[in-house]
């Protein structure tokens, strides 16, 4: 009975512990730094559209004009 009630409440609390949030936290708690620290991580984020584009061929120019052309000598 008393391995049981300690399995149930080591999982509560590993359970508790992992949905609270990180111990430590991830940015300084000086304004300076941490706006250094969020321009940095956010530096790396803002090449993502770019770097989809040029995976689905976005970037190309586009062939088919949405006008017609003469193609002839005027």
Same mark, same amino acid.
């Given at each position: *009975?008393?391995?049981r009630l300690r399995l149930m409440v080591g999982l509560l609390l590993a359970s508790s512990v992992l949905s609270v949030g990180?111990? *430590?936290? @991830?940015w300084s708690p000086n304004q300076d730094v941490r706006a250094r620290q969020l321009i940095f991580s956010s530096?790396?984020?803002?090449h @993502?559209?770019? @770097?989809?584009?040029?995976?689905w061929f976005l970037d190309?120019?586009?062939f088919e004009?949405?006008?017609r052309v003469h /193609? /002839?000598?005027i």
């Open positions: *009975m008393k391995l990180c111990a *430590m936290p @991830i530096e790396s984020l803002r @993502i559209p770019e @770097i989809w584009e040029r995976i190309l120019p586009d004009t949405p006008y /193609g /002839g000598v």
